[in-house]
């Protein structure tokens, strides 16, 4: 573990590419964990984690909440709803008394980007971002690269279309700090409004029609809709959005016979996908869910000082 | 396991006798498990256990997840209420989510009949149907069989009441199908509304009489009333179904000396069933909640391809 | 084990000097474990742990389950919200199903006094008070002790000032009966409505004037003010106690340079306690957390029937 010297991960943008690809490899070795009989290797025993979701997520605390069992490690659970712990407290306070029970790891979800950094610098606890505001969600950029390679063998060279909101998404921006490092095209689609053209200082391409990308993407990753997140001023009107950037039918067709159709879930069929794309052979959308496994055992264990060969 | 080969369990409509006498007796073996010093086996050490619950019920959802932990599965507990998966999401797309999680037994708790049986087809995970509509809840129904058992020593000739409302209910449904197939003689007992004729059609006796019960009854099974569920229509008002079906102080006195009472619990006292009858010595009502440990643990092990030797 | 005969913890009330100093004891070899690498002993491997929290407290329950946990025990959450165990059902009933469900030890939080002792004289499983209205929380007031132990060396001869509404405070309570046992001088400081003067029969001192302590406590213990709970005709006004009660700047700055602070969370920075005296060298604040993993440790092995040397 010569590479890996962090004990959080708050963010792609702060790591190197060796970084980026140490993990992918840790990842790797892991994948074969959920494939055995007995899914459980000892590399976590007696470690504790918090999943701390202060913005709720079924599907991302059940995604860590399994790979620290996976690991053997103690889970515990506090919900935004169930968090007495927040009743007029900072979170800071709140922070330092997790601390205080003596977590090893957090796993924190938050509507305010910046809130996993701000713990990172206060804890000794290794902090883990599940999601901050619309800074990054580097779980997700990870698996989502994690089953670009596994697929392809490489990124460098790949031409990956990113569509959707792309402005307000986390998602969105962790795939593109992991992309580009790794040498991946990205081109990110959706109206002006929720793709301005700053974002091509990060490296990457913007296109407001998707017609651009159809022909060509090696991957195409379709952002969730979020219908109750949308800030009006910015958003065309549901029907507008799907006639304009839905992966229809007939977009479908028009794909590359390998490009791969990815979606971070849970997906709005019918708006942002078709199921023809969603159910097709060319979907790796539930493979993305496997995987996001494999990573956040990889996480934990390179933070979370998991100690020993992985067996 | 020769007699056993399913991955799921829906509906004991669908169990020969023979398949459910393997549960009964793999019961048995496990209720030892529940009185040991360490009630711990390793029988499915490794597998992962998902108490999916878009119905809430604290009571079986507990019962499943002590089963699990006792046969040492890692358990992930998924509520309705916390369920953000169910966002925009249908059953199935958040059903291939759970497998994709490499889930290996699915316990499902639904309002709509044919819930458990619909991902039964679809998922390679073993689904385990802990209530569906009102269709079946099959765990209930072996456990009550597997209390009367244990009390009789046999089911065969035995006269079992099932009084209340038996059309809306998946109790007195998996009830039926296990007793009638095991040789028992079943009485249903309740108003017309709620106890329609048809019912005879399963093999069974109906009666719109209590007293016709009451004194060659070997077994008195009371539903719960349910007043949030109760269709106004069906239902003659509390005051009069106490009067007409309640078990009172004055009819527990008119059973058998050694007729069982049971009743899956939570009680109404003083609808239903009276504390004469709900803490007297006929009652088996918390030893069907005891069995209802050693009949979860014996189904997740049937289904969930449990190794080895019960040590 | 031959001092601790008691399968409840129910009120410190109920203890002798020398049960309390076996379970300070106890707690003080537990404190270790969760400094190490691997935070588990088997202590009560295969037993099961009932959180049942009718009253919600997200800080009580993770200690309790992460303490559980570090015991190698199984633990099973009820919560009001997800409970309808409750619905149409007595504590009573409650209760005797989680008995019935072969629990080891429930954990209790309770809004009415005596319902951890209610369920102790009805379960065979060891009932451990998390909190009872406005009676005890008695694993409160031992972590409480332990770290003045921790820090003097002694509770004999100690001054230990308690500040705020002792009248409703099932901390103060705890803390009290423990303290003077144990041979502390224990002074509650706040407004008459709040500390009546009848308190001096439990063996303390009464003053409406915290000038009174602030220059010869050894130790401030600040109460939380429940703005949620207040009984409008017993208490001031926010800016009122914050004039009289609150420990601000300058009172800090008038405390004996050892005096320990402390506070059992979580705090209302502004109210009882400024951040002079919540985060400088006197605040324990934080140790009382941690120290609240090892004593309920500690409380769980005893009545629990914690086998084996704490290896």
Known sequence: MSIWNRKDLIALADLSAEELLFLLETAKAFKGVGEREIKKVPALRGKTLINFFVEPSTRTRISFELSALRL???VINISATTSSLQKGETLKDTALNLEALLAD???????SAGAAHF???RLHASIINAGDGAHEHPTQGLLDGFTILEKYGRLQGLEVAIVGDILFSRVARSNIYLLTKLGAKVTLVGPSTLVPQKFETLGVRVTHHIDDILETADVINLLRIQHERQHKEYFPGLGEYVTLFGLTKERVARLKPKCLIMHPGPMNRGVEID???????RSVILEQVTNGLAVRMAVLYACGGGKGILT
Chains 1, 2, 3 share one sequence.
């Open 72 to 74: 053997s490690a103690d």
């Open 105 to 111: 790891i957090i796993v924190l979800r938050h509507s």
């Open 119 to 121: 713990l990172s610098e």
């Open 275 to 281: 199921s023809e794309g969603a159910d097709g052979a």
